[in-house]
């Protein structure tokens, strides 16, 4: 499968089956908490070194009393980090008449990457839909599991994608409607047992 990111060129109205929209995206609830979390870590993080180069500027901290700064320094940094890369993953969801774009960039994809990667259906081996629990159609979660040819597994799940279009039911739906037909294209629906939260 190409993972290659790209900001697509062509118009993309005339091809939209369902697409979070840019406002979406960016008050969206997921990117809320990783912009959040980052910052936060990050503050105790700058908070972290500035003491502890204050310490050592000042004399308070010498040999083994300086070498106890830097376990909790670590922690915080790889927060700052996990946080980071949780924000830098995660990208608006859309599915289009020829390809989709997945709720997360894939584990493979850069991070660094500007732009919109959109995975065309031409590199797609399988889709495998999940319904679990019983109910109504947008209260049971659902999801669908994404194989390309080459291996690569993307999941996506109604809670990703509430987490950027929020619970608004029609929405969910809507999205529900279209994994589940990408599923018949593409191979294999199942009911699941029971959710649990």
Known sequence: M????????????GDVLFE??????????SRR?????????????????GLFAWSLATGLLVGFNALLFVPPFLVVVLAVYIQ?????RLHRFGIFIWGFSPPLRPRGSRLGDSGRLVIPFTSIARVEYLRYGEGPEYLAHFGAMVESSDGIRIAINDTMISGQVGRDPERLREAQRILERLAQRFGLQRQEGPATN
Request: with cysteine; glycine share 4%; charged share 30%.
């Open 2 to 13: 190409a993972m290659s990111s790209k900001e697509t060129s062509r118009d993309l109205n």
């Open 20 to 29: 979070v929209s840019e406002e979406e995206f960016e008050r969206c609830p």
């Open 33 to 49: 908490r990783a912009v959040f979390g980052t910052l936060f870590f990050g503050s105790f993080a700058a908070i972290e070194a």
């Open 84 to 88: 980071y890369r949780s924000l830098r």
